[in-house]
C-alpha cells in the first residue's frame, strides 16, 4: 500500500490526490418521523492516489459507486469517512468557506453536457463565469483568456456569443473542458464525458483530453463503464463493486491478466473488432446485490464462478499481489481452502 500513501514524489511527479478508507453512507429514513432503517453503502472503504499527469480510470457495472465516489473527492458530498488529501492539504472536514480555496485546484466535467451548462448564459460568459467568481482577472484580460480557451479546445472566437443550443454534442462538451480549465486546476474528475457522443466525437474529446494533459500536467479521475475508452486514456484503473475497489493495476497489466474474477468477467465482455475471433464470455450468475444490505464476506461471491468457504464469511482486503497489481481476493492473497 505503500504507493497510495498520497505524499512525496514518485518519479519526479508529485501526488495530486490521495484518497484513504473513503466511505459514502447514505442514509435511509422511514416513517413520519424519518426514523433511519439502513444504509445504503454507495462508498465503501476506498483507497487510491493519482499523480500530476496521470490518469486513474475507474470502471464497474452501474450502480457500484463510480460517480458517488467522484462526487464525494471533490466535497460535492461530506464523506462519512476517511480521508481525501488534495495537494497535500487534508480536505476532508473543511467547511464551505474553507473549501472555496480548494475547489480552484479541482473542476469536474459531467456526463452530459447539456444539463450542466446554463442555457440562458452565452457561452463565452460561461467560460467566464469561473474567473469572475475567484476575481482572477477582468476586462479586456479576461476576455483574451476565455478567447485562448475557447482555441485550445477546439472552439473558435466567434462561439463565445452563442448558447449551449446552438453548439452541437461534442462542441458543448468542449465547452465544458474550457470552463473546467479555466481556473488552471491539478485534478479533473471527468464523469463518463463522452458517453453521451458519437464514436467518432467521443475519439476527438478524448484525444483532446490527452493533449491539455501533457500541455497542463493535469491529474485526471476517469470515470467510465467504457472499457475500451479508458484503456485509450488511462494509466491505471480501478474496478469497482458494490461500492468497493476489488482490482487496481496498470492498463496493461490489468487488460492481460485481472487479478479478480469480477474484472475477468468485465473483460470478456468487450466487443472485438475482429469479426472472426472468439473470445469465451463470461455470463455472471443474478444480479448485483443490494447496495443497502450488502452479503457478508466478499461481496461478489453471490456470482463468482470461483466461490470457496472463504469467501463467504471474510471480507477480502486489496493487497498487492504483484508488483503495483492489487486485487481483494481470497483467491489471489490467502489460500483459500476448498
Not at 475567484?134 to 473558435?156: A, H, I, N
Not at 453548439?167 to 464523469?191: C, E, F, K, W
Request: glycine residues 8%; neutral net charge.
Amino acid at each position: 500500500m505503500a504507493e497510495w500513501a498520497g505524499n512525496g514524489e514518485n518519479n519526479g511527479k508529485r501526488t495530486v490526490l490521495s484518497v484513504r478508507d473513503l466511505t459514502m453512507h447514505f442514509p435511509v429514513k422511514h416513517g413520519l418521523f424519518g426514523q433511519v432503517s439502513g444504509h445504503v453503502y454507495a462508498v465503501d472503504g476506498v483507497s487510491f492516489s493519482i499523480r500530476e499527469g496521470e490518469t486513474l480510470g475507474v470502471v464497474g457495472e452501474s450502480g457500484c459507486g463510480k460517480t458517488t465516489l467522484g462526487k464525494t473527492v471533490l466535497r460535492l458530498l461530506a464523506p462519512t469517512a476517511g480521508q481525501i488529501v488534495l495537494r497535500g492539504q487534508d480536505i476532508t472536514r473543511r467547511s464551505d468557506r474553507q473549501m472555496r480555496e480548494q475547489r480552484r485546484q479541482m473542476q469536474m466535467v459531467f456526463q452530459d453536457p447539456y444539463s450542466s451548462l446554463n442555457p440562458r448564459m452565452p457561452c463565452g460568459q460561461i467560460v467566464a463565469e469561473p474567473l469572475e467568481i475567484y476575481d482572477l482577472v477582468s476586462g479586456r484580460e479576461k476576455d483574451e483568456l476565455v478567447t485562448s480557451l475557447f482555441e485550445r479546445v477546439g472552439l473558435s472566437a466567434d462561439q463565445k456569443a452563442r448558447y449551449p443550443h446552438q453548439l452541437s454534442g461534442g462542441q458543448r462538451q468542449r465547452l465544458g473542458i474550457a470552463r473546467a480549465l479555466a481556473l488552471n486546476p491539478s485534478l479533473i474528475v471527468a464523469d463518463e464525458p463522452v458517453s453521451a457522443l458519437d464514436v467518432s466525437v467521443q475519439a476527438q474529446v478524448i484525444n483532446l483530453l490527452k493533449d491539455l494533459q501533457r500541455e497542463f500536467n493535469l491529474a485526471y479521475l476517469f470515470i467510465s463503464h467504457d472499457l475500451a475508452v479508458v484503456e485509450h486514456i488511462s494509466h491505471r484503473i480501478a474496478v469497482m463493486y458494490l461500492g468497493k475497489v476489488v482490482e487496481i493495476a496498470d492498463k496493461r497489466a490489468l487488460f492481460s491478466s485481472p487479478l479478480h474474477p469480477y474484472s475477468e468477467a468485465l473483460l470478456s465482455a468487450v466487443p472485438v473488432p475482429d469479426p472472426g475471433a472468439k473470445r469465451d464470455q463470461i455470463i455472471l450468475r443474478g444480479d448485483v446485490p443490494s447496495p443497502i444490505n450488502p452479503p457478508p464476506g466478499c461481496a461478489f461471491h453471490t456470482r463468482c464462478p470461483y466461490v470457496k468457504d472463504i469467501c463467504r464469511t471474510e471480507v477480502p482486503a486489496l493487497q498487492e499481489v504483484t508488483e503495483g497489481h492489487f486485487a481483494a481476493c481470497h483467491l489471489r492473497t490467502s489460500a483459500a481452502p476448498d
